[in-house]
C-alpha cells in the first residue's frame, strides 16, 4: 500500500504488524516512511528511533538527515 499511496492502508498493517511482532524494525522503518509521506514527522521521528534501537541501521541514516 505504501508503494501505491494508500497510506491509511499501509499504516494499518505496519500497526497490526507490530503489534503480532513488536521487535520487527522493518514494520517501525516502514511506518516511519508513512508518516513522512503524510507529513506527521513528530510519529515518523518516533518510529524511525525505534527501528534504530532495534538495530537497523537504515532508521539511524535517516534520523540522521532528518536531523535527529
Known amino acids: 500500500y505504501l508503494r501505491t499511496g494508500r497510506y491509511d492502508l499501509a499504516e494499518r498493517d505496519y500497526l497490526t504488524a507490530i503489534r503480532l511482532n513488536e ?22 521521528v518516533e518510529s524511525f528511533k525505534k527501528a534504530a534501537s532495534l538495530g537497523l541501521p537504515q532508521a539511524e541514516q535517516y534520523l540522521k538527515q532528518m536531523g535527529e
Open 23 to 44: 521487535s520487527s524494525a522493518v514494520s517501525y522503518y516502514n511506518l516511519a516512511l508513512v508518516y513522512i509521506k503524510t507529513g506527521e514527522t513528530d510519529k515518523a
